[in-house]
């Protein structure tokens, strides 16, 4: 039966090329009409071998718009309406989007920080045929249909080598990966634009979705973001444990609970004095503090700069320091000359008289210096 008309309709949109017939050859006659859409091109066969191409168009069969397929079958048959035999694939041109990739299995990255981190990733991608002829030797072949299914396992496997190689030549660690997105589907879709067009492929676009290391890696990737947030590791560590005394707060009572609270209580409890140091002085040592500072400080006679209680010589100036005097009922010191104790009020009593020796103030009834130790 002669074939008058040769054209191909897609209704899915995923189908890339059709031949006609399905399988072995359609006999032909010149003035026959070949109808090509807008996005597609026919490609000739003839005993399995490429011939002549048409664009988009309504084309009549004659001997000088199918010049090579002329000369293959020989003018010389031709008288009328002389069939010949040959086969058309029609082959889709539009750009096939959204066409996913990912890994079935994680990739290893060799990590600066983690070193062997075993990596998933997925997108999307785009492509479409650019050469006619060199997709259907090298891809479809004699299959009647083609279509992106069957394509998509091998362009994922060609995309996910490149990744590898990709990841391991550009990329530190993992911990740099979110902001590189970008970067590396510009570098993907450069490094399998070459490896595509040995099969008449273009890429027209190559999306990164999501890169993912385990989940271990990513509690650390979390982990290092919370620090980074709060400024610094001891800062980080007093907001962990703050967060873990207010979970064991929230969670019911029991004895398991009362368990945890108290282990977080303890470990609290030994952490605070750490936490609140430089924060604010502790109330007991404060209050001694106050209290020695205000009764046992001596003013140096000459600059009236404070000088602990027992000190010899001023520590601005250099001058010596009289003696102070012990109070008899507390026992605080007081500087020399204070009638009244400055710690408990008690009235102090009259010094003796100076020792001979090195001239200090000693009580009555000493019978040795109380500073040098000379008998009195």
């Known amino acids: 039966m002669l074939v008058e008309v ?6 899915t949109g995923e189908l890339i090329c059709s031949r006609f017939p399905p399988s072995g050859e359609a006999d032909l006659k010149l003035g026959a009409q070949v109808i090509v859409r807008e996005s597609q091109s026919a490609v000739f066969f003839r005993g399995g071998k490429a011939l002549d ?19 293959a079958i020989g003018l010389a048959v031709f008288k009328g309406d002389t069939p010949f035999k040959a086969e058309v694939v029609f082959v889709n041109h539009k750009v096939f ?5 990912g890994t079935k299995e994680p990739i290893a990255f060799r990590d600066a920080e983690l070193s062997l981190v075993r990596l998933r990733a997925f997108g999307i991608m785009s ?3 650019e050469d006619a002829q060199l997709f259907v030797n090298k891809i479809v072949g004699t299959q009647g249909m083609y279509s992106t299914q069957q394509i998509e396992d091998f362009l994922r496997g060609i995309v996910i080598g490149r990744l590898a190689d990709f990841l391991g030549e550009n990329l530190k660690s993992v911990f740099d990966l979110p902001r590189y997105y970008d970067e590396i589907g510009t570098g993907m879709k450069a490094r399998v634009r070459d490896d595509f067009a040995k099969y008449g492929i273009g890429c027209e676009d190559f999306i990164i979705n999501a890169i993912t290391p ?12 919370a620090m980074a947030a709060v400024g610094n590791l001891d800062q980080y560590m007093k907001f962990k444990a703050a967060q873990a005394l207010q979970d064991a707060a929230n969670q019911p009572g029991g004895t398991a609970g009362a368990g945890v609270g108290a282990g977080l209580g303890f470990g609290m409890g030994m952490m605070m004095p750490n936490m609140m140091a430089g924060m604010m002085p502790q109330a007991g040592t404060g209050a001694a503090a ?7 400080m001596l003013a140096c006679g000459k600059c009236q700069h404070p000088n602990p209680a027992g000190t010899k010589f001023c520590g601005q100036c250099g001058a010596p320091l009289a003696a102070g005097v012990s109070c008899p009922k507390c026992k605080a010191p007081n500087p020399a000359g204070t009638k009244f104790c400055g710690q408990c009020g008690a009235p102090l009593q009259a ?3 100076k020792c001979p020796k090195c001239q200090a103030d000693n009580a009555p009834g000493t019978k040795f210096c109380g500073n040098c130790g000379n008998p009195l």
């Open 290 to 296: 106050g209290g020695a500072m205000a009764g046992a």
């Open 97 to 101: 989007t959204n066409q996913k990739w």
């Open 214 to 225: 385990p989940e271990e890696v990513q509690k650390k990737i979390d982990e290092r973001s």
């Open 6 to 11: 040769v054209q191909s309709l897609d209704d």
């Open 351 to 353: 010094t003796g008289g």
């Open 53 to 71: 191409t048409f664009g988009p168009g309504r084309h009549t069969l004659t001997t000088g718009n199918v010049p090579i397929l002329m000369k």
């Open 127 to 129: 492509f479409k045929v």
